[in-house]
């Protein structure tokens, strides 16, 4: 198949999925959410296919995942509550991890030397425990895909760099780094058993032993752990026991036919996690709730439009897939940028005020979720990044000129007489992006780079999706550049 062919069917399943989503939104917003309204999407995932020398191995991850994933939430409940939302796609890795020690022994004995350099990274955790809890980095994403200052996937890669690795070692380092960046090996963050033991009164010794102990955890019997920390949450949706078994049954066919297929671990863990997001995560309550604000279902639908017209109007003109991604996530980034700026706001008052306000709220909540802000610094980044598309790039990403007609077509852009009181509406598409900033997943067009994703690995699966080493002038260093070492050098 031709390369043109490849990239229309990868943008025509991205753009599908997506789709799926918005109409199952519109049919249903206002209501309860419910397992079986999900159905048309899953059937949309089906769908996918691999072509022109695709491994069908990494489309089986993506689509039998999000098979089981629907059909045993619909065996185990009806719907899933507001406050369990968030831990919808914790409970995929830790089974798929089990897996790949069950299938690779010397992988397994490579975690347990792991494990024990953890116990003797004291040091490290002490550091980075104190200043996640005083906010020293400011905001931070602690479930990141780079290696950035307060991240978890950053503190592992610190103890992993004490260690004498060599050999198929560094593979397997790979994988662990993976397992908590594109994977999601359990819902502990970095920081969370440190922060809760030191305001329920332990010292800050007993606190670095107890964040120590969950790390093990998450890594020697990251499915118990898992349950045990929905126990201690309170997650009340379903048995999470019963789906960590169930899913790992379904599941283990597709991850041995995925090792025959020689693809990499690390792709084993992320494409199956990632992929199973839209039910439960992205189709929820939360959003059935925020999409009854009828500018915040435009704005959603003219981001698409924007990107569907800016990848359709240049095929024949791409290299590669990840160029198609690049572009993609880069369109819905200047969107909402354009939008953000057709109110007199800047990136740079946005990134100010949320990273002054963060400040504030962790005085005023000491003890915080560990990740309340990180969809707030996905919003940072995309309006960050979108700033530099629409000024420093002339409005191109890679010189493919982004199309931002479907704003102004659709009233979003220099139309002030809608939405709120007449002639003074100039802050109601502010109000919705604030919205969208706690919960950015759809804007950030997410869906459809799960099915980039998916078609990328599936030409290199034994190549794994690389971590970002270290963040080059992110959003909050633009403010706070100090707190990354490497800020500047590159």
Not at 315 to 321: D, F, M
Request: charged residues 30%.
């Amino acid at each position: 198949m031709a390369e043109d062919a490849i990239y229309g069917k990868a943008i025509d399943e991205a753009l599908s999925l997506i789709r799926a989503d918005l109409e199952i939104i519109k049919r249903n917003r206002g209501k309860k959410f419910l397992i079986k309204h999900v159905e048309p999407y899953v059937a949309v995932v089906e769908r996918m296919k691999p072509k022109g020398g695709q491994e069908e191995a990494v489309f089986s991850l993506h689509k039998d995942s999000v098979r089981n994933h629907y059909e045993i939430l619909n065996e185990l409940t009806e719907s899933i509550t507001y406050k369990d939302e968030g831990y919808i796609e914790h409970f995929q890795t830790p089974a798929l991890m089990e897996i790949l020690y069950e299938n690779d022994p010397e992988f397994r004995e490579f975690v347990e030397k792991f494990i024990r350099e953890i116990e003797n990274s004291r040091d490290i955790i002490s550091k980075e425990g104190m200043r996640k809890y005083s906010g020293f980095y400011g905001p931070t994403c602690v479930l990141d895909l780079s290696l950035t200052p307060g991240s978890t996937v950053d503190v592992l890669n610190q103890i992993l760099g004490r260690m004498n690795i060599s050999g198929r070692e560094k593979y397997y380092a790979q994988v662990v780094l993976a397992s908590k960046s594109w994977g999601m090996n359990t819902s502990h963050a970095f920081g969370w058993k440190f922060i809760e033991e030191i305001e329920n009164g332990k010292t800050a010794r007993d606190a670095v032993e107890e964040e120590i102990k969950s790390l093990q955890m998450m890594f020697d019997h990251p499915m118990e752990a898992q349950k045990d920390m929905m126990d201690d949450v309170g997650f009340s949706s379903f048995n999470p026991e019963k789906y960590l078994e169930e899913y790992k049954k379904r599941m283990r066919k597709t991850v041995e036919d995925s090792l025959d297929g020689g693809v990499h671990y690390g792709n084993i863990l992320m494409i199956p996690a990632l992929s199973i997001g839209d039910i439960g995560h992205h189709l929820s309550q939360s959003l059935y709730d925020l999409f009854e604000d009828e500018l915040a279902l435009e704005i959603q639908e003219a981001i698409i439009e924007v990107v569907e017209e800016t990848l359709r109007k240049n095929i024949g003109r791409y290299k590669s897939l990840n160029q198609i991604l690049h572009i993609a996530t880069g369109s819905a980034a200047a969107s909402v940028t354009s939008i953000l700026e057709s109110e007199g706001f800047t990136p740079g008052m946005i990134i100010n005020l949320m990273t002054e306000r963060f400040q504030n709220f962790i005085q005023r909540y000491p003890y915080r979720g560990v990740g309340l802000e990180f969809h707030n610094v996905d919003f940072m980044e995309a309006i960050y990044r979108g700033s530099k598309i629409l000024h420093q790039d002339n409005g191109k990403i890679d010189g493919i000129r982004v199309e931002l007609s479907p704003l102004k077509e659709r009233g979003i852009i220099r139309d002030f007489r809608g939405w709120i009181y007449p002639n003074c509406g100039i802050t109601s598409r502010f109000s919705v992006l604030m919205k969208f900033s706690d919960h950015f997943c759809l804007p950030n067009i997410e869906p459809m780079s799960m099915a980039f994703i998916t078609n990328i690995v599936s030409l290199e699966p034994e190549k794994p999706m690389a971590l970002v080493k270290r963040c080059e002038r992110c959003a909050v260093s633009s403010i706070l550049p100090f707190r990354c070492e490497d800020y500047g050098k590159s």
